[in-house]
């Protein structure tokens, strides 16, 4: 059975998270904005229905989702592309595939105690 993702969550570290914008040809300047950044999440979790919204003081990202629903994802302000992204539960972990314009993307969520784990993915940058 899927974990419960509903809360807020604050971040911790955000280990190698340049070296997957560049992965990303996220352009340099909002590379280095990025980086400063410790966004928050926010996640409603009702069913398979998620709602997550990524908070900084730069800009904000809202994701509203159905668990094994392919959608469209708009990333602009993120890295201006478009894609298309389905999320499944693999076990208890939230997994997200991203695809489009640049292939082998997306992340994965899980909790460990009172902690929420984000891992992103991309087939040149693997583990960040």
Partial sequence: MPVDLNGYWKMISNDNFEEYLK?????????KIATLLKPDKDIVHDGDHIIIKTLSTFKNYN???????????DLSGVDDR??????TWEGDKLVCVQKGEIEGRGWTHWVDG?????VRKHQFCPKI
């Fill in 23 to 31: 992965a990303l040809d996220v352009n340099v300047a909002i590379r």
């Fill in 63 to 73: 994701m509203d989702f159905y668990v094994g629903k392919e959608f469209e994802e």
């Fill in 82 to 87: 478009k894609c298309m992204t389905t999320i």
């Fill in 114 to 118: 009172d902690e929420l784990h984000l």
